[in-house]
């Protein structure tokens, strides 16, 4: 029951000892997550104790990854060096960099995400609240406990909507809740998780949310149209910003009706996608979807 993140992962922090890395390695720790060490290479030979365990300082993902298995960092770096520990995972032949970061410059996001892909490793973000797999794993800034696990697959480019969803829906519960990020650059996109959610076989609804800028939200109402079998569900966050402003995450740039909440409602209700109003519209549409649905199958 999950995408990209399971109770299996062995996963890397990236700026461990920093402040927020040792808040959320914390919080990760708390919620299940296998963190098997930090990376620092400046305090490599070091532990750090959370509570009731101790986690190891390497000096590198690469020493990191031979001495424990690691399958996953999460990137906590300042800006200025996030492209740098992208790279440096991604020649270590890591599967999976989450990105936390904000802040970064485009130009870096630009680099870093494709050499990443061209080295085979998937990054999330960046600037994202990272992915959880309820009761499995949770890599990055996602409250553990707002939710369960369930069958409802989540993709988000909104922090705070993807917490506001998780928590409307927690009776029901999540296979995995991916952040992707707002940001113009990301590693994955909507349709990267369309299609992993669609191939895993206890998703039983996905849940698309979106926001006003660029055209994200329309490329993967053209997927839903042509690839996806499963139902979805979409939320677009921006119905009442102005255009010709940047709102919010800085991808979120209006123009004329290019990238307008109106414009991708109509896409992904085209693709046959019910759009909620509001998130908790939304919410209500995924239960009375949801039960629809088990109503056919059980006639």
């Not at 770096?77 to 970061?101: H, Q, W």
């Not at 990020?181 to 698309?208: K, M, N, R, Y």
């Not at 006003?212 to 490329?219: F, L, N, P, W, Y």
């Amino acid at each position: 029951m999950a995408i990209y993140l399971t109770k299996e992962s062995k996963v890397l922090v990236q700026g461990m000892t920093g402040g927020e890395g040792m808040k959320h390695t914390r919080r990760m720790l708390a919620a299940g997550t296998n963190v098997v060490g930090g990376v620092n290479p400046r305090k490599a030979g070091r532990t750090v104790d959370f509570d009731d365990r101790a986690v190891p300082v390497f000096g590198s993902v690469a020493d990191g990854m031979r001495a424990t298995g690691a399958d996953v960092t999460v990137v906590f770096v300042p800006p200025a060096f996030a492209k740098a520990a992208v790279v440096e995972a991604a020649d270590a032949g890591i599967g999976l960099a989450v990105v936390i970061t904000e802040g970064i410059p485009v130009h870096d996001s630009v680099a870093f995400t494709a050499y990443a892909k061209r080295n085979g490793t998937r990054v999330i973000g960046p600037n994202c609240p990272g992915l959880i797999t309820p009761g499995q794993s949770n890599a990055g800034i996602i409250p553990a406990d707002i939710t369960k696990p369930g069958r409802i697959g989540l993709v988000s480019k909104s922090g705070t909507l993807t917490y506001q969803l998780m928590y409307e829906l927690r009776d029901i519960g999540f296979s995995t809740c991916v952040g992707i990020g707002g940001d113009p650059v990301v590693g994955t996109s909507h349709i990267d998780c369309l299609a992993a959610f669609q191939d895993d076989p206890d998703t039983e609804l996905i849940v698309l949310i979106g926001e006003i800028g660029g055209d994200a939200e329309e490329r993967a109402a053209a997927y839903v149209r042509a690839h996806v079998t499963k139902p979805v569900v979409g939320y677009i966050a921006g119905f009442t910003a102005p255009e010709g402003k940047t709102m919010g995450h800085a991808g979120a740039i209006v123009s004329g009706s290019s990238g307008t909440a109106r414009a991708k409602q109509e896409a992904l209700e085209a693709a046959g996608v019910q759009v909620g109003g509001t998130p908790t519209d939304t919410a209500r549409l995924v239960l009375d979807r949801l039960n629809t649905e088990r109503d056919t199958t059980r006639s």
